[in-house]
Nanobody, 126 residues
Framework: DVQLVESGGGSVQAGGSLRLSCTGSGLNFDDYTMGWFRQAPGKEREVVACTSWKGTGTRYSDSVKDRFTISRDNVKKTLYLQMNSLNPEDTAMYYC???????????????????WGQGTQVTVSS
């Protein structure tokens, strides 16, 4: 079975940084398109960023563009999300997701992904 485990969340003040990690097991990691999603209380889950299997096709939501960077290490079977200039609106549970796909681009819709981690909480205070 595919398992995804997120880590790196926590509490930080506005303007700070965090780096999330998502480690996969039970899969050939480089066969998978990966994404980061987040869900704040009372809101729907939304895409943050996604990356193709090779790491060359990436997309970001407008709200995080130029602040967050998605990357992956296929040897370590790990997906990363570097988050800089955090603000209170970034407070949410962050999830990584995977779908078996070796296309040049990634998916921004959560409905395209088959496997999900349990999430890691990010809280940004003003």
């Amino acid at each position: 079975d595919v398992q995804l485990v997120e880590s790196g969340g926590g509490s930080v003040q506005a303007g700070g940084s965090l780096r999330l990690s998502c480690t996969g097991s039970g899969l050939n990691f480089d066969d998978y398109t990966m994404g980061w999603f987040r869900q704040a209380p009372g809101k729907e889950r939304e895409v943050v960023a996604c990356t193709s299997w090779k790491g060359t096709g990436t997309r970001y939501s407008d709200s995080v563009k130029d602040r967050f960077t998605i990357s992956r290490d296929n040897v370590k079977k790990t997906l990363y999300l570097q988050m800089n200039s955090l603000n209170p609106e970034d407070t949410a549970m962050y999830y990584c997701a995977a779908v078996k796909n070796k296309g040049p681009w990634c998916y921004e819709s959560q409905y395209e992904y088959d496997d999900w981690g349990q999430g890691t909480q990010v809280t940004v205070s003003s």
